[in-house]
């Protein structure tokens, strides 16, 4: 039940507001990191709400899309396999009571492709129940027309270990 509840709020990946798909537009003085940070934090804000429309907007329009978390069966491909993923994961935390802080992790961009990585602390509730924990995520990012999209989004956590979280998590 803590992985189902911690994979849902790693996929909000959440990192967009609305039922619909929002295109994040890279203008001309936007570098591609700010246009994929406006969009990570556009997934998360869509989590956040129990939007899935939204969540599912930040992703590539592709057959291929993927979700891996950390154990066995923490693997979704295709829209409909990550659209319940994200149903499911949303079932485990409150509307409105996520808060996630990264660093500012690693990655870079080619042509039309971007990959990063980033080792993010997560906070929400449920009922009364707050939950805190840190998540490693690595993504693939494609380009589709003037927006960036995840196309596969990865995450991590370590269960049941003492091991504290690096400096980077709280920077």
Same mark, same amino acid.
């Given at each position: 039940? =803590? =992985? ?12 967009? $507001? *609305? ?5 994040? $537009?890279?203008? @001309? ?5 700010? $246009? ?12 956040? @709400? ?9 992703? @590539? ?41 990264? *660093?500012? *992790?690693? *990655? ?22 707050? =939950? ?16 960036? =999209?995840? &196309?596969?989004? &990865? ?17």
């Amino acid at each position: 039940m =803590r =992985r189902i509840v911690l994979t849902g709020l790693v996929l909000a990946t959440g990192i967009v $507001a *609305g039922a619909t798909r929002a295109e994040v $537009a890279q203008p @001309a003085e936007n570098t591609p990191k700010e $246009a994929v940070k406006a969009l990570w934090q556009e997934q998360h804000k869509a989590l956040d @709400a129990h939007d899935i429309a939204g969540v599912m907007g930040t992703f @590539a329009d592709s057959d291929d899309i993927m979700l891996m978390g950390t154990g066995p069966g923490e693997h979704w491909v295709g829209k409909e396999e990550i659209k319940d993923a994200y149903a499911h994961f949303m079932k485990n935390f409150d509307p409105n009571t996520k808060e996630v802080e990264c *660093g500012e *992790g690693a *990655g870079t961009s080619e042509d039309s492709v971007a990959w990063l990585t980033a080792v993010c602390d997560f906070k929400d509730k449920k009922g009364d129940e707050s =939950r805190h924990y840190i998540l490693n995520i690595s993504a693939v990012l494609v380009k589709q027309g003037d927006a960036w =999209r995840f &196309h596969t989004m &990865h995450y991590s956590q370590l269960l049941g270990g003492d091991s504290e979280p690096s400096q980077a998590a709280s920077e």
